[in-house]
RNA sequence: GGCCCCUUCGUCUAUCGGUUAGGACAGCAGAUUUUCAUUCUGCAGAGAGGGGUUCGAUUCCCCUAGGGGCUACCA
């Protein structure tokens, strides 16, 4: 039996990183095993659908390099993929469920139950084997009245019989045995009045259709799972039923609450993975894309939220954590969100980028800051600026002055440091600089120091001043490495040019 | 309120009865960098509380406390 699992996200907007954490840890089990990773559409709920909401989650995952091997773009033999476009079979299934006793028709309208509501105090109304009887539905009403119900095509839902007095133990992977008493459970809702399945009952039957071998989920579904138990042992299919491992929830970084579709704007990070764009600037959100974060650092990071190896490994690449991810270490408490973390990763694959990696982004990056890339080498501005950085995006504003020869000098603080003695000695530096071959860090470097040296004007006061004569700034990477960068003739002006000053 | 889950440095975590409780991020200090960043080294920093079980508990059990989730014709 190859394992099948399943990501299953409901398409009412933007998919944010637990979810995304969610997909992750699926597809890495899926590819372990050898098996299949699948990509279902939950559409169940026409109130809260979201268009461009799936073809979000779609980019999303390919932008993370979580490939599909089934889904609503590539098909498979299971389909289709969307619940929306299984309607028929739900109906089937449930109608199945109430000829066989296990479930019921219930009249009782929304108002109803809200009315039943109120009139408890607390919140303890249950629409259970306690009060069945006593609401409007299949079971309670006479024979005569459910036929003329149904004749008279009143608005119904389908609710599951809960029989009260079983223990209903739970097997998770990740928290070990989980036991509910089914008298505390109430009689959900598999079938909604609008014709669309609750996501209890499309969420058993496809992953019984589709063969899903191992359910990977949030933590939020564990008080549900109950249920779900149930309903595979209605249908006879616990034999078959799926191994369930609830993961730990994303918490706030303050740690009230979990992570929520609206902190991104409130703390100033994305939780996201893409931009959602929208017309409306203030419902625009930020993802880790336009925040400019690596898919593989994003990966890595997330998948080191709530699971470790045992090692002390950090870094891992996806092929690494295919062959090392196991449910049975995910964390069981829930994992504050660390952005400073998630930067930190990022940094480290910023690092490892070769030029060939990043080229066309600083190209274009270096266009919208309106630079002439060909003034300048952009390998060797490249090299030195990563390092030095923690995204990508943060190089090419650093690099201005490899393209433009026009430099903006920050006077407040070279002034500070600026003594006038120190001008004659750009001046001999430049000249020095004239024919050392080759021109280049270490040469040229050399050279400049022994004719600061013998000017008798402190190093100290002259280096910070090539730098600015060179970049306009106080700081940034060593003086000799940014001349080689630049070339003799750029360098000697620059020198000659800030002198004169 | 009820049900369920959880609880090791500020944060993410390791430990599957015996450890000076390890690592990473962040913090602090130092070295390198005649700058800044990187890098390196070091410092500081944790088993919620109380009962058991045991020769021995961070580890197993119970209670309490705290946190979280669920409690919809939402997923």
């Known amino acids: 039996m190859p394992n099948r699992l399943r990501f299953a996200p409901s398409p009412t907007g933007a998919l944010h990183i637990g979810g995304i954490r969610t997909a992750l840890y699926n597809f890495l089990l899926a590819r372990q095993k050898g098996g299949q990773f699948i990509l279902r559409i939950e559409d169940t709920d026409q109130n809260r659908f979201v268009p461009g909401a799936e073809a979000y989650i779609i980019r999303s995952l390919e932008w993370l390099g979580l490939q599909m091997d089934e889904g609503p773009v590539s098909g498979g033999l299971y389909g289709p993929y969307k619940q929306s476009e ?85 097997q998770d992977k990740v928290r070990g045995e989980v ?84 902190d991104g704007q409130k703390f100033g990070f994305p939780v996201f993975p893409l931009a959602w764009p929208s017309d409306n600037p203030a419902e625009s959100i930020e993802g880790f894309d336009s925040y400019g974060f690596e898919p593989e650092a994003v990966v890595n990071f997330l998948a080191l939220l709530g699971w470790n190896p045992g090692t002390e490994q950090e870094i891992f690449s996806l092929e690494e954590l295919i062959a090392n991810f196991d449910p049975e270490k995910i964390h069981k408490a829930g994992a504050r969100f660390d952005f400073d973390k998630a930067l930190w990763f990022n940094q480290q694959y910023v690092h490892k980028l070769e030029f060939s990696d990043a080229e066309e982004r600083l190209r274009t990056q270096g266009q919208a800051l309106g ?71 270490d040469v040229a470097g050399a050279a400049a120091k022994e004719m600061i040296n013998s000017s008798g004007v402190k190093m100290g006061l002259v280096m910070p001043m090539l730098r600015a004569a060179l970049t306009g700034t106080m700081q940034g990477p060593d003086v000799f490495a940014i001349a080689e960068v630049l070339g003799r003739e750029k360098t000697i002006q620059r020198f000659r040019d800030f002198a004169k000053r």
């Open 86 to 170: 299984r309607l028929l079979m739900y109906k089937d299934y449930a109608t199945k469920l109430i000829d066989e006793g296990k479930a019921y028709y219930a009249w009782d309208t929304a108002e109803d139950l809200e009315a039943k509501r109120q009139s408890v105090q607390d919140h303890s109304f249950k629409y259970d084997a306690s009060v069945r009887t006593h609401m409007k539905n299949s079971l309670s009403l006479s024979g005569e009245e459910v036929k003329t119900n149904l004749e008279a095509d009143l608005p119904y839902t389908i609710r599951l019989k809960v029989e009260p007095g079983q223990s209903i133990i739970i």
């Open 371 to 441: 630079f002439d890339l060909n003034a300048g080498d952009l390998v060797g501005a490249f090299r030195l600026l990563q390092p030095r950085v923690s995204l990508l995006k943060e190089i090419m504003p650093l690099a201005y002055y490899f393209f433009t020869d026009s430099i903006e000098f920050d006077n407040e603080e070279i002034n500070k440091k600026w003594k006038p003695e120190v001008a004659p000695v750009l001046e001999k530096v430049a000249d020095a600089l004239q024919n050392v071959e080759p021109f280049n860090f």
């Open 179 to 262: 036991v509910f008493d089914s008298t505390e459970l109430d009689d959900k809702v598999l079938f909604k009045s609008d014709g669309f399945p609750t996501y209890h009952l499309a969420n058993v039957v496809d992953d019984h259709l589709m063969d899903i071998s191992d359910v990977i989920r949030g933590e939020e579904w564990l008080p549900s799972t109950a249920h779900h138990v149930l309903l595979y042992r209605a249908f006879g299919w616990e034999d078959t039923m799926p191994t369930f491992s609830h993961l730990p929830l994303i918490l706030k970084p303050n740690g009230n609450g979990k992570l929520s579709k609206r």
